[in-house]
């Protein structure tokens, strides 16, 4: 979204957590300015415990039922997304959206209660979130369809969340704060139980895995500011990744692995640009210019394009980066909001949102890459995408590739000097 340059952990005597699709100012616009006009404000955590929460510490969950899941990745024809129709905040499915046949169903039906931050498992039949509807943010894992839902986590006031599906269908990672601080968890779907993966003072959080498997990339403050580190899930060594040139965060792999993304703060109180660097680190490359506001990068299947939105004074727009080209096209040109894109599978349709009709809803374009920036212009929303959604709540944030919905769970920023 529109200013949406980090999510802040603020270390001042407590640490403060605020997710970046919080809402807090007004309940409309939230803390990057983009007005969304939601009928529910987005629920804030800046008021979550901080000290350690040892009253549930367990090495399995004893109540788990195991989810099996398949190690071959299925494109699954549908998305995820957040709307707030029935009063909160719930995870709906959109079925057809490539063949047009849609069908909307509520996945999470947390009651009154909010469901945030969707990650699906590789073979598409499951769907893991973070929910407030037992009396704190906790992990919870529900078939596809809804069905068999159960809850992962299990802590007295501590906050779980970020939940990050592995490649291979194993094991969901995710965030706690239950010792403090925010330290990277592992838990095994089958058998439930939990692996802590990180135990620096610093606070460790986004995680992204690689595409076998067996590393994490994330971002961490324990060097005063946000750095990104490798984490092997195996040896649980950790390497620095950042070269310390700015603040980083919301790191993601390619999908062949040989590569990442991660968006860097560019000077005190700048934009946030994009860059793109091999999977160590080196030949840094800078490919969002620094004035616009850029975030939200995702990668295309094939690995050939990069999806990502920008903002420009009163407008955000979606841009996609060609890698082989070395060029961005403007894809949007509003002057409302379309920010949050995702692909679909492996095509070349890409879903955002966009307020371009007075509230927010979920598009879908199909963008080909063409052989010179020049013959793509930018052009109005209704004019080059399909509208899939039209309730009169706020519908948002679609995750279907990528796995996880980077959107909505912003990188958070583990910064004490801003």
């Known amino acids: 979204m529109s200013k949406q340059n980090t999510v802040r952990l603020v270390v001042a005597g407590v640490v403060v957590l605020t997710l970046a699709l919080v809402a807090i100012l007004g ?18 955590l800046a008021n979550i415990r901080t000290d350690p929460d040892t009253t549930n510490a367990r ?41 047009g046949d849609l069908k909307s169903t509520n996945v999470t039906a ?18 893991a979130y973070a929910s407030i509807r037992d009396g704190n943010w906790e992990i919870y894992v529900a078939r596809a369809d ?20 592995s490649p291979d269908g194993q094991a969901i990672v995710y965030e706690s704060i239950r010792n403090g601080n925010w330290d990277l968890y592992l838990a095994d779907v089958k058998t439930g139980e939990e692996k802590r993966l990180t135990s620096h003072p610093g606070n460790d959080a986004n995680a992204f895995w690689s595409p076998d498997a067996q590393k994490l990339l994330f971002q961490s403050d324990r060097d005063d500011f946000s ?26 792999y390619s999908p062949d692995g040989q590569r990442i993304l991660f968006t860097s703060l560019v000077g005190e109180g700048g934009n946030n640009v994009i860059n793109m660097a091999n999977a160590d680190g080196t030949n840094r490359l800078q490919i969002t210019d620094a004035t616009k506001n850029s975030i939200n990068p995702v990668w295309s299947s094939d690995g050939a394009l990069v999806a990502f939105q920008a903002d420009f004074k009163t407008s955000t727009d979606i841009f996609v980066y060609d890698v082989a080209m070395g060029v961005q096209r403007q894809l949007t040109a509003n002057s409302g909001h379309n920010f949050a894109p995702t692909w679909i599978c492996d095509s070349s349709l890409l879903v955002f949102t966009s307020d371009t009709t007075g509230d927010t809803n979920l598009f879908v374009l199909e963008f080909t890459p063409n052989s010179s920036a020049s013959e793509l212009g930018a052009q109005k929303v209704t004019d080059i995408a ?29 910064s004490k000097s801003k």
């Open 386 to 414: 399909k509208r899939l959604t039209s309730s009169a709540a706020a519908d948002i944030y679609p995750q279907n590739s990528p796995s996880i919905e980077r959107g909505s769970r912003h990188a958070l920023l583990t």
């Open 110 to 127: 947390g009651g009154t209660k909010d469901d945030l931050s969707p990650t699906r498992s590789p073979d598409g039949q499951w769907i």
């Open 146 to 165: 809804g069905t068999q839902t159960q809850r992962l986590t299990y802590n007295t006031w501590a906050t779980e969340i970020n939940p990050v599906w």
């Open 59 to 99: 090495v399995a969950n004893t109540v788990w039922q195991p989810v099996e899941t398949s190690t071959q990745a299925v494109c699954s024809d549908w998305l995820a997304y957040h709307t707030d129709q029935q009063g909160n905040w719930d995870i709906f499915r959109l079925d057809g959206v490539r063949s």
């Open 227 to 252: 750095q990104i580190y490798e984490l092997d899930v195996t040896t649980l060594v950790e390497t620095r990744i950042s070269d310390g040139s700015s603040e980083d965060f919301d790191p993601s």
């Open 27 to 44: 309940g409309a616009t939230n803390i990057f300015g983009t007005v969304i006009k939601p009928e529910t404000a987005f629920p804030s």
